[in-house]
Nanobody, 118 residues
Framework: QVQLVESGGGLVQPGGSLRLSCAASGNRIGFYGMGWFRQAPGKRRELVASLAADTITYYADSVKGRFTIADDGAQDTVSLQMNRLKPEDTAVYYC????????????WGQGTQVTVSS
């Protein structure tokens, strides 16, 4: 059984930074891709950033130039460095992973709250 465990959420002032981390526990399978989604109250869950095949990255337009996704130096780990945070970044952030290129995100973390407020 594989579980994704997130850490690093919290409360930060506008303009501040936070770093989210995610690691798989249990049987490691070598995910093809990992990503970060977020869901704000009353809104749909959206993909914020993803990393595939160790080098292919995607960023939502709303976070380009402010967020950076990277592996954490170990298999099945991923981090999200969030800089210049804005109140509209407030959401529950979820780590997700897909085992192969043509599979959906089959594995999900429990979510971590990020609140940007003064």
């Amino acid at each position: 059984q594989v579980q994704l465990v997130e850490s690093g959420g919290g409360l930060v002032q506008p303009g501040g930074s936070l770093r989210l981390s995610c690691a798989a526990s249990g049987n490691r399978i070598g995910f093809y891709g990992m990503g970060w989604f977020r869901q704000a109250p009353g809104k749909r869950r959206e993909l914020v950033a993803s990393l595939a095949a160790d080098t292919i990255t995607y960023y939502a337009d709303s976070v380009k130039g402010r967020f950076t996704i990277a592996d954490d130096g170990a298999q099945d780990t991923v981090s999200l460095q969030m800089n210049r945070l804005k109140p509209e970044d407030t959401a529950v952030y979820y780590c997700a992973a897909k085992p192969s290129q043509f599979r959906p995100y089959d594995y999900w973390g429990q979510g971590t709250q990020v609140t940007v407020s003064s």
